[in-house]
């Protein structure tokens, strides 16, 4: 259980133009601005939830999961996780935790992955069974065991990335935080990725906190959705909730015989060049059935594809709404 | 314990990987010691009497310097914990469940130790062998001998501890350049690396000796020559162990509260 509640955090950043006669006057006079990171944050996460956490960058994604991991304390606020404060309780907090930060490395870059595993055995004083069936676990799920044997740096980015997941669950942890962990990887890695936290999240009932860009992340792993901007959480819901706010307007893209496609009522023209269209429609005011109808009345249809409304497309839309 | 022991064995082991280095490591300590010999043969010769100690007992001194470099120099950081502080990765290390300041001490002493077994045999064996006066001599005394290696340990620990603090420093400067620069310059002079401490004059060693700098290469060096015995050496020993106590806590208590204004950097 997670509970965040009024949590607040500003940093003070020096901030000056470009230019020679700036950064002289900066020696003597440096000016400071505040950025809250953070802005009344609030929201509660019960066990075995798999949460996306989106935002733009700079949202304050990357704050929030180094104060629920305890790097970081809050200026002010609340933050209770399974009953211990992190930054006030870290050693015992970091042990019930897992985090991977797919922008570092966690693994010693000279020697081969199993040795960091094995030095991370007695950092979290995993006893020698549970490790030993947790490796082989992960080993199996993420497909390492050959990896494994090989020094960190000469692995690709994919094949560390799943090296690291495994070395942030050796411990059996109740919550994994993931901050951007398919950034940067193939489709292939990617699903492996994902697949692996659905497993583990169906299996062992871990908490999932998932931040991402990728929003077939989000499609594919979370039951919730939490958006933060400028600090603050700006909704908090459910995939579904989100996808039947958008829902209503779908995409018709058609071939047609002839070069422009006479009007339809109803049925807003986006692109119509030579024979190729895309049209728009919202289904509260005409089906799909009726727009194909009215079409096929005006022109002959060539070929023709319905699209609902992407999950990217949803989010910008989402951004555009609460201007951030 | 056991976690720490994992730090120390990863770190020693990783550490003997550049038997290359250490010997050129070697040749240079040699040739270094030498040079400082004769230099001091030559103001030897001239005034024996402006000399605080035995000819002997200073080849020694220099020779342990040579053999022990790596345990006691002051310009060496572990790039490691740097990179870790500025570009962020300290993240990582937070998220153990382990005492920060505990495990870098530990990496710190583990590498200068793996040098240190690399480097100090080849040296020391062939600097007993040498002709006298230019060989390493015995220990003073039965009492030097005991006391020793206690104070290497002491005047190592609190090496490390010294170097910690300038760690810490990154903490607010993002760039130790600086410190570094000047922590080295100082501790390598006040420390007796440069000039042994009784070279000093009186007034100004009477302040030295209770400096945390007389505390790492100079009191164990000087105990084992002789320099300082009997009464004197259980002194230097207590002082030792104070300035030990005094940047353990000063640097847990520092590590501590920079880690509350901690601003771990980048996204």
């Given at each position: 259980?997670?509970?965040?509640?009024?949590?607040?955090?500003?940093?003070?950043?020096?901030?000056?133009?470009?230019?020679?006669?700036?950064?002289?006057?900066?020696?003597?006079?440096?000016?400071?601005?505040?950025?809250?990171?953070?802005?009344?944050?609030?929201?509660?996460?019960?066990?075995?939830?798999?949460?996306?956490?989106?935002?733009?960058?700079?949202?304050?994604?990357?704050?929030?999961?180094?104060?629920?991991?305890?790097?970081?304390?809050?200026?002010?606020?609340?933050?209770?996780?399974?009953?211990?404060?992190?930054?006030?309780?870290?050693?015992?907090?970091?042990?019930?935790?897992?985090?991977?930060?797919?922008?570092?490395?966690?693994?010693?870059?000279?020697?081969?992955?199993?040795?960091?595993?094995?030095?991370?055995?007695?950092?979290?004083?995993?006893?020698?069974?549970?490790?030993?069936?947790?490796?082989?676990?992960?080993?199996?799920?993420?497909?390492?065991?050959?990896?494994?044997?090989?020094?960190?740096?000469?692995?690709?980015?994919?094949?560390?990335?799943?090296?690291?997941?495994?070395?942030?669950?050796?411990h059996g942890p109740k919550i994994l935080f993931l901050d951007e962990p398919t950034i940067g990887?193939?489709?292939?890695?990617?699903?492996?990725?994902?697949?692996?936290?659905?497993?583990?999240?169906?299996?062992?009932?871990?908490?999932?906190?998932?931040?991402?860009?990728?929003?077939?992340?989000?499609?594919?792993?979370?039951?919730?959705?939490?958006?933060?901007?400028?600090?603050?959480?700006?909704?908090?819901?459910?995939?579904?909730?989100?996808?039947?706010?958008?829902?209503?307007?779908?995409?018709?893209?058609?071939?047609?015989?002839?070069?422009?496609?006479?009007?339809?009522?109803?049925?807003?023209?986006?692109?119509?060049?030579?024979?190729?269209?895309?049209?728009?429609?919202?289904?509260?005011?005409?089906?799909?059935?009726?727009?194909?109808?009215?079409?096929?009345?005006?022109?002959?249809?060539?070929?023709?594809?319905?699209?609902?409304?992407?999950?990217?497309?949803?989010?910008?839309?989402?951004?555009?709404?609460?201007?951030? | 314990?056991?976690?720490?022991?994992?730090?120390?064995?990863?770190?020693?082991?990783?550490?003997?990987?550049?038997?290359?280095?250490?010997?050129?490591?070697?040749?240079?300590?040699?040739?270094?010691?030498?040079?400082?010999?004769?230099?001091?043969?030559?103001?030897?010769?001239?005034?024996?009497?402006?000399?605080?100690?035995?000819?002997?007992?200073?080849?020694?001194?220099?020779?342990?310097?040579?053999?022990?470099?790596?345990?006691?120099?002051?310009?060496?950081?572990?790039?490691?914990?740097?990179?870790?502080?500025?570009?962020?990765?300290?993240?990582?290390?937070?998220?153990?469940?382990?005492?920060?300041?505990?495990?870098?001490?530990?990496?710190?002493?583990?590498?200068?130790?793996?040098?240190?077994?690399?480097?100090?045999?080849?040296?020391?064996?062939?600097?007993?062998?040498?002709?006298?006066?230019?060989?390493?001599?015995?220990?003073?005394?039965?009492?030097?001998?005991?006391?020793?290696?206690?104070?290497?340990?002491?005047?190592?620990?609190?090496?490390?501890?010294?170097?910690?603090?300038?760690?810490?420093?990154?903490?607010?400067?993002?760039?130790?350049?600086?410190?570094?620069?000047?922590?080295?310059?100082?501790?390598?002079?006040?420390?007796?690396?440069?000039?042994?401490?009784?070279?000093?004059?009186?007034?100004?060693?009477?302040?030295?000796?209770?400096?945390?700098?007389?505390?790492?290469?100079?009191?164990?060096?000087?105990?084992?020559?002789?320099?300082?015995?009997?009464?004197?050496?259980?002194?230097t020993i207590a002082v030792q162990a104070f300035w030990l106590i005094v940047t353990l806590i000063?640097?847990?208590?520092?590590?501590?509260?920079?880690?509350?204004?901690?601003?771990?950097?980048?996204?």
């Amino acid at each position: 259980m997670i509970e965040l509640s009024n949590v607040n955090k500003t940093f003070k950043v020096a901030k000056r133009n470009a230019g020679f006669t700036e950064a002289v006057k900066a020696l003597f006079m440096k000016k400071y601005e505040y950025i809250h990171a953070l802005n009344d944050v609030t929201f509660t996460i019960r066990d075995g939830e798999t949460v996306g956490y989106i935002g733009p960058n700079g949202a304050g994604k990357s704050s929030t999961i180094k104060i629920m991991s305890g790097i970081m304390a809050p200026d002010s606020g609340e933050c209770v996780i399974d009953g211990r404060v992190p930054w006030k309780d870290r050693k015992a907090h970091v042990k019930e935790i897992g985090v991977v930060f797919g922008q570092r490395s966690q693994l010693w870059w000279d020697v081969p992955v199993i040795d960091s595993f094995e030095l991370l055995k007695d950092v979290y004083r995993i006893p020698f069974d549970e490790y030993k069936k947790n490796l082989n676990r992960l080993t199996e799920l993420l497909g390492i065991g050959e990896i494994m044997k090989m020094p960190t740096r000469q692995l690709s980015l994919g094949q560390r990335m799943r090296c690291e997941i495994a070395a942030s669950l050796l411990h059996g942890p109740k919550i994994l935080f993931l901050d951007e962990p398919t950034i940067g990887l193939d489709a292939v890695s990617k699903i492996a990725v994902r697949d692996f936290v659905k497993a583990l999240n169906k299996e062992n009932r871990t908490t999932v906190i998932l931040t991402t860009h990728d929003m077939q992340d989000i499609e594919a792993l979370t039951d919730r959705i939490l958006l933060i901007g400028n600090g603050r959480i700006l909704m908090d819901g459910t995939l579904d909730e989100l996808k039947s706010r958008n829902t209503s307007k779908k995409t018709l893209v058609i071939t047609y015989a002839g070069e422009k496609l006479p009007s339809v009522e109803r049925v807003a023209v986006v692109k119509d060049i030579g024979g190729h269209a895309e049209l728009v429609i919202d289904t509260g005011e005409i089906s799909v059935a009726e727009a194909i109808a009215a079409i096929s009345a005006a022109a002959e249809i060539k070929d023709i594809t319905v699209q609902g409304t992407t999950v990217d497309e949803m989010v910008v839309s989402l951004y555009k709404e609460f201007k951030i | 314990m056991r976690q720490y022991l994992s730090f120390f064995r990863i770190r020693f082991t990783g550490g003997l990987q550049y038997r290359a280095a250490a010997w050129a490591g070697v040749a240079t300590q040699f040739a270094w010691g030498f040079m400082t010999i004769l230099l001091y043969e030559a103001f030897y010769r001239s005034s024996p009497d402006g000399f605080p100690m035995e000819f002997n007992a200073l080849v020694s001194y220099i020779w342990l310097q040579q053999a022990l470099l790596a345990m006691f120099m002051p310009w060496f950081f572990d790039p490691e914990t740097f990179d870790s502080i500025v570009s962020g990765n300290v993240a990582y290390e937070l998220c153990r469940p382990c005492d920060l300041y505990g495990m870098w001490f530990v990496k710190n002493a583990a590498a200068r130790l793996a040098n240190t077994v690399l480097r100090c045999f080849p040296i020391i064996a062939v600097a007993i062998f040498l002709p006298a006066p230019f060989n390493i001599g015995a220990p003073a005394n039965a009492l030097c001998a005991v006391l020793f290696p206690i104070s290497v340990l002491l005047g190592f620990a609190v090496m490390v501890a010294i170097s910690m603090l300038v760690y810490i420093s990154a903490f607010y400067t993002l760039s130790a350049g600086g410190i570094k620069v000047l922590a080295v310059s100082v501790i390598e002079f006040l420390s007796g690396a440069v000039i042994p401490i009784p070279f000093f004059p009186d007034a100004v060693q009477t302040v030295l000796n209770l400096l945390p700098f007389a505390s790492m290469q100079s009191a164990p060096f000087l105990i084992y020559v002789g320099y300082v015995t009997g009464k004197e050496a259980a002194l230097t020993i207590a002082v030792q162990a104070f300035w030990l106590i005094v940047t353990l806590i000063g640097g847990r208590a520092w590590l501590k509260r920079a880690l509350k204004r901690v601003v771990v950097q980048g996204g």
